[in-house]
């Protein structure tokens, strides 16, 4: 389900403008830069005599043919009604907003089309023109113009429903595929029939004299077609056809049905409208783009498939996996090469993305091999109730769930089946018992496999795998397991490998763009030359045009602030990042005493190790303005075998004991490897009792330098209270949130969801949300919550409701102010996890309930609400190495809202951090409703400012700071269970996720007012890398 980020320059508006506040009789004088108003949400309908319902059907005379971006032509009858609305309606305001009308700016010369007056974009909000501040440089980026002939009949192209079946019975529909029939196997049937080796055609002449003779198939369901099938009157038939030809000698193989059924005609002229900002993104145009990116992957598909078939390719959705480019991980993993492909619409035009990936897949072996190599041994007796301990079989079977093996049967003769883990037994074959179909009496595992192959099992005191769901429960013998080729890990990439994947994963921008050009001229992969499904549907690929060259901009990053007390009180970014020497951090917490816990032998980490630690985090703490009673801990070494969440007690209470007062802070080393004793750690401090806790790595901190040390104060200062550093004063769009008169909070949002699999569906969603305390949006708390699997945040109202609150206290208690000064004016929204498709359900959803939050508190602020993600394949590189960093990516700051951004919806990229390793990715923000109408200038520069405002970095980040705080609370949810007393799934319950609920633990009171979540950064980089 992991950042680094910067920016540079911004600039006012021509113009500003007085926003009155909500709150009635109650006007402010701050002045902040707006944009025009956006027209109310509405839905509206839209038909030219050119596209009138009357102009449809066969008889409508044929039109001159065109590629999108050439000369206007006549457009095509469309079948049925043409329309332009927006599905569902926009959220009330809390009240009628007004708003000022302002000069404006001037545009850039590159493509800025605005979009037609009457178009409501999905999200709501409307593209405004692009921003002007900072300055101008050029970037590539990887993307390639796609032209697509739409002005002719046979564009309307039938959508096919398939299913196939066995004789007369149901046997294969592609949206359930059984064992039996493996998926290449489905699109050998799709091809035989479209190759015209089925029972009869389904092109008529026409169709194959002018080439158009080429289906497009997901692979499951569904099929397009450039001409309509010849299905018969009813539109639906039926072809009963083999896998293969019969050969000489052989049996006659078996027969499959492939239904063929008429749903629905898509027409593309619906992707011209929207690219010429006369449509929004509606129903059409999603089936439009379905359509078009399986067409796009076919040719890949057909000339890969010979090597699917071999298990040398591996298709995901819009992804190629090739073992071409894998390499070792080490025992048990190995990492692929991938390569992305969607078709985006762009302003003015379609475009071609591709991009390259890497996926973590697990090495094809025996199971056992695979389960000894995690617990690091070579024993198989470690594989035992007997030889295992508790937390190493709760590690394992963490790490076995949902992992896809290969089961030989206990009948010999009968075929290999796949399954997806999802448990361990607590007890051998030899002692675990089951009552075999159609019998009355127990026998075990063991017996069971002896008495069907004649042949005992070698292992018969490991523990099984549990496979299946409810009553379908199989429990399997590992030794009859095995991980097959493609294997591909869907959760956290182990510690141990996620330097080497890191390493693999990292390409420098011009290795990544001469790869990325390299598979598209390479045969086997993406090259879209000469294909003949393309042909068929008339779409052309320009992929010597790739990359592109697009206009960009580099923004102007903010000063940040100090504490006076040190020789350094402001410090200006540069490249990204920028330096604490000689600082002190803005407001320094306190240690009143402390603990340091050791979960290493001494000969690992020594007494040395140990004062050097002690002495060097002391003086750094001292430098940093971090206020420390009493320097020396009370320090203890512990077995991590044991119970972690005992052992701190037992040592926080002596420490208590000695001092007068319970510690204040828990320093924890821990060994590589030691995940299990962290969350252990964190359960304890941040749950159960309520006390900062810090871990590090022992490998690490041992004999680190005062620079280490210095970056763990980062952590530790907030989770004491403290603030690290704000934005300076300098900063214009700093001082317009934080005027007193026109106060604002703003907050972040996430959701995390469970790796896709059976072995999952029993798994909840986790939410979050954090919200700024302060006038200087530096210091955070955060709620999270257990839900079922939806993207919305079904408690919303709740969690920003209390969030507010909290505002409001912080505000009227610590900052002094008045309730009236307190109450936020202004409410910006960022919210992560969300996907294009799912806008105006965040829209219709989210918002109200942010809303009524606002309504239950009686307060009114305007909101503007940011959808902002990095799950997308856009890469910029620089076009003149004069603008690229040292690492040769793009400088901190660029952002690009032009091309290549939706053409009617307010979106922009800005790659806010300096890079680090490989290809920097920028983060996408999509601005879906904003009661503040701000000016683009305003979001661009405040998203910047916020990614500078991650109080463990003194580098901007890759996503603003209550964003990332937001995900980091997400990935933190495991820490919220008992480590030793994990929730136990019911797959046969009404309400699945309910243990989960029952065993989450909230935040304890003491933690939750202190910003726990400050985390290391090296994670969210493996995150990151691994984000495809």
């Not at 409208?273 to 783009?289: C, K, N, P, T, Y």
């Not at 057909?302 to 991980?329: H, N, P, T, V």
């Not at 683009?936 to 901007?956: E, I, M, Y």
């Not at 007012?1009 to 994670?1019: E, N």
Request: charged share 20%.
């Amino acid at each position: 389900m992991a950042k680094g980020k910067k920016r540079q320059g911004k600039q006012k508006a021509s113009e500003e403008a007085s926003s009155t506040s909500n709150r009635a009789g109650q006007s402010s004088s701050t002045q902040l830069p707006v944009s025009t108003p956006q027209p109310a949400a509405a839905s509206v309908s839209s038909s030219t005599p050119t596209e009138s319902p009357a102009a449809a059907g066969p008889t409508s005379p044929p039109a001159r043919r065109s590629a999108w971006g050439a000369a206007a032509s006549r457009p095509v009858a469309l079948v049925g009604n043409v329309s332009v609305s927006k599905t569902g309606s926009q959220p009330q305001s809390l009240t009628a907003p007004t708003t000022t009308p302002v000069t404006a700016a001037p545009a850039p010369t590159t493509n800025t089309r605005q979009p037609a007056s009457h178009v409501v974009p999905l999200g709501g909000f409307k593209r405004t023109k692009p921003g002007t501040g900072g300055r101008l440089i050029k970037v590539k980026v990887n993307f390639t113009p796609v032209n697509i002939e739409v002005d002719r009949q046979v564009r309307q192209d039938p959508r096919i429903r398939l299913d196939i079946r066995k004789g007369d019975a149901l046997y294969h529909q592609y949206d359930d595929i059984t064992p039996s029939l493996k998926p290449a196997a489905s699109w050998v049937l799709i091809d035989r029939l479209q190759l015209g080796e089925g029972p009869e055609s389904i092109f008529d002449e026409r169709a194959i004299r002018s080439k158009k003779n080429r289906v497009a198939y997901d692979g499951k369901k569904i099929l397009f077609a450039p001409r309509p099938l010849l299905l018969g009157e009813n539109n639906s038939k039926s072809f009963n056809m083999p896998l293969h030809t019969a050969q000489a000698g052989q049996p006659a193989p078996r027969l499959y049905t492939v239904k063929l059924t008429k749903t629905a005609e898509v027409n593309p002229e619906t992707l011209k409208r929207l690219i010429q900002g006369q449509q929004s993104s509606d129903e059409s145009v999603l089936s439009a783009m379905t359509a078009l990116n399986i067409i796009i992957r076919m040719k890949s598909m057909s000339d890969c498939r010979k090597a699917i078939a071999e298990q040398k390719i591996f298709s995901q959705g819009r992804f190629f996996f090739s073992e071409r480019g894998k390499a070792s991980l080490g025992p048990g993993y190995e990492v692929w090469r991938g390569y992305f492909q969607s078709i985006r619409p762009g302003i003015g035009r379609m475009y071609l993305n591709v991009d390259t990936s890497a996926a973590v897949v697990y090495t094809p072996g025996p199971l056992i091999s695979l389960c000894l190599q995690f617990l690091g041994t070579r024993d198989p007796n470690s594989l035992t109730i007997e030889g295992i301990t508790r937390t190493g079989w709760i590690r394992l079977q963490e790490f076995l769930r949902g992992v896809k093996v290969a089961i030989t049967p206990a009948t010999p003769g009968r075929p290999t089946r796949t399954a997806v883990i999802t448990s361990l037994t607590t007890r051998g074959a030899a002692a675990e018992t089951f009552v075999p179909r159609g019998q009355t009496n127990s026998m075990t595992i063991a017996q069971y496999f002896l008495a069907a192959a004649n042949v005992a099992l070698r292992y018969s005191n490991i523990v099984c795998i549990e496979v299946g769901q409810g009553d379908s429960i199989s429990k399997i013998p590992m030794e009859k397991c095995s991980i097959p080729p493609g294997c591909f890990m869907r959760k956290e990439i182990p510690e141990k490998i996620q330097r080497d994947f890191i390493k693999f994963a990292s390409q420098r921008p011009d290795e990544r763009l001469a790869n990325i050009q390299q598979c598209l001229a390479l045969q086997g992969t993406l090259d879209h030359r000469d294909s003949e499904y393309l042909n068929a549907f008339d779409i052309e690929v320009d992929s010597d045009a790739m990359p592109i060259t697009i206009n960009a901009r580099v923004l102007k990053p903010p000063s940040l602030q100090y504490s006076s007390a040190g020789k350094q009180t402001v410090v200006t970014p540069k490249s990204g990042a920028w330096n604490m020497l000689d600082a002190k951090f803005w407001k320094g917490g306190m240690i009143t005493h402390w603990v340091m816990v050791i979960y290493a032998s001494t000969a690992q980490f020594t007494t040395k190790d140990v004062n050097d630690a002690v002495n060097t985090l002391m003086n750094e703490c001292k430098k940093l303005g971090i206020a420390v009673q009493d320097p020396k801990p009370l320090i203890k070494y512990c077995n991590g075998q044991g119970d972690v969440g005992n052992d701190l007690q037992k040592i926080g209470s002596e420490a208590g004991n000695q001092k007068g007062t319970t510690p204040n802070l828990i320093l924890v080393v821990i060994p590589a490897g030691g995940g299990t004793i962290y969350k252990q750690v964190k359960f304890f401090g941040d749950v159960r009792v309520g006390v900062a806790t810090q871990c590090v790595k022992s490998p690490t901190c041992k004999g680190a330098n005062s620079q280490y040390w210095a970056n763990v104060c980062l952590k530790i200062n907030p989770k004491l209270g403290g603030i690290n550093f704000i934005p300076h004063s300098s900063s214009l769009t700093f001082s317009a949130i934080s005027d007193p008169r026109t106060s604002t909070v703003i907050m972040g949002a996430d959701v995390m969801h469970p790796a896709p699999g059976p072995a999952m569906k029993t798994m909840p969603s986790y939410s979050s949300v954090v919200a700024s305390m302060d006038s200087f949006v530096a210091r955070y708390m955060a709620l999270l919550r257990v839900q079922r699997r939806q993207e919305i945040i079904s408690d919303l109202d709740q969690m920003a409701k209390k969030l507010l609150m909290y505002h409001l206290e912080y505000k009227t208690k610590i900052e002094g102010k008045s309730r009236e000064q307190a109450e936020p004016k202004r409410l910006i929204f960022y919210r992560d996890g969300v996907s294009e498709g799912e806008y105006q359900q965040v829209l219709e959803k989210e918002i109200p309930l942010l809303k009524q939050a606002c309504v239950d508190l009686k307060i009114y602020p305007k909101i503007t609400f940011i959808v902002v993600g990095k799950r997308h394949h856009a890469r910029f590189f620089p076009n003149d190495k004069r603008d690229a960093d040292r690492s040769g990516n793009c400088p901190a700051g660029t952002v690009i809202d032009t091309e290549i951004c939706h053409p009617t919806e307010d979106d922009f990229y800005l790659q806010s951090h300096a890079g680090i390793l490989g290809t920097s990715r920028s983060a996408h923000y999509t601005r879906i409703y904003d009661e503040n109408n701000f000016d683009v200038n305003f979001v661009q520069d405040l998203s910047f400012l916020l990614c500078h405002l991650h109080a463990r970095s003194t580098r901007s980040v890759s996503l603003p700071a209550p964003v990332y705080y937001a995900d980091l609370v997400c990935t933190r949810a495991q820490n919220h269970y008992d480590p030793l007393a994990p929730p136990k799934p019911d797959p046969q319950s009404d309400d699945p996720i309910k243990p989960y609920r029952d065993a989450f633990k909230e935040t304890n009171a003491l933690q939750l007012k202190r910003m726990y979540f400050m985390v290391g950064l090296i994670s969210c980089v493996a995150c990151e890398a691994a984000d495809k």
